[in-house]
């Protein structure tokens, strides 16, 4: 029986650490489904989620996704109307908005359990939720920083331009999103994601069906 329990133990111990993000806590992730995967890039269908989200008017993707998260850190921490613990889930997004005069950065987190209590006001969030929708994905390494997301970005533009997968003009002008799935602590082995909507595109696997997924 002890032994047993020292076993689980450091099972549980060992699962915890494979799942180290952002402060050290085991996560849940966003489910969703693979449409297409391509060398370079992938189209994925989320499910209706929602996300806790804080809007920030810093000069630097670095420094609102800082911000942002930290707001957000609170909120799970206890931030909260009923002063409850949420659990720290992944990827962190980051959404670059670049249409108004000045860029607007989203910093949000994935809400795993429904009903999450509201947030401090003083903090500043807001919930936000998505319709089931396609997403092209391209991954890549390292920091995501100021002097590269808005470059991987690009490639991933360039990527659905080379495979056409439908008939909708990208609109990647007007936002895009990075996630980023390891701590700040974690200095390889780091995976990072730009993410654009591409709901509208007329794509087998992607067509909106309405209540459907
Ligand atoms: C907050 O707490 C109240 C009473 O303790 C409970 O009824 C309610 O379900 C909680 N709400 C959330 C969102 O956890
Ligand atoms: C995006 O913006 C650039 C520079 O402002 C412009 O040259 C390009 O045509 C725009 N692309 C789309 C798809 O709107
Ligand atoms: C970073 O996160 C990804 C996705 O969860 C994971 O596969 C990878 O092992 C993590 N890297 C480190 C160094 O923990």
């Known amino acids: 029986m002890g032994s047993n329990l020292a076993i689980l133990a450091a099972v549980a111990f060992c699962f915890s650490v494979s799942n180290l993000v952002f402060y050290g806590h085991a996560i849940e992730s966003v489910m969703y489904t693979l449409v297409r995967s391509e060398s370079d890039y992938e189209i994925r269908l989320y499910r209706e989620v929602s996300w806790m989200s804080a809007l920030v008017r810093e000069t630097s993707f670095e420094k609102s ?36 005069p000045r860029t607007l950065y ?29 997403m092209a994905i391209r991954k890549f390494s390292g920091f995501a920083k100021d002097d590269n997301v808005k470059k991987e970005m690009e490639a991933l533009v360039t990527s659905l331009t080379k495979h056409p997968t439908g008939n909708t003009v ?44």
């Open 170 to 213: 990208l609109d990647y002008n007007i936002s895009y999103t990075i996630a980023q799935y390891n701590s700040s602590h974690h200095t390889s082995g780091r995976l990072n994601e730009v993410w654009i909507d591409v709901s509208g595109f007329n794509m087998e696997g992607c067509l909106p069906k309405q209540g459907k997924y």
């Open 65 to 100: 996704t800082k911000d942002g998260f930290q707001r957000i850190h609170q909120y799970i921490h206890g931030a909260n109307i009923n002063s409850s613990q949420l659990p720290m889930t992944a990827p962190v997004l980051t959404s670059v908005i670049t249409s108004s």
């Open 106 to 134: 989203y910093v949000k987190l994935f809400l795993s359990k429904g009903n999450p209590p509201e947030p401090n006001p003083e903090l500043n969030l807001q919930l936000e939720t998505w319709n089931a929708q396609c």
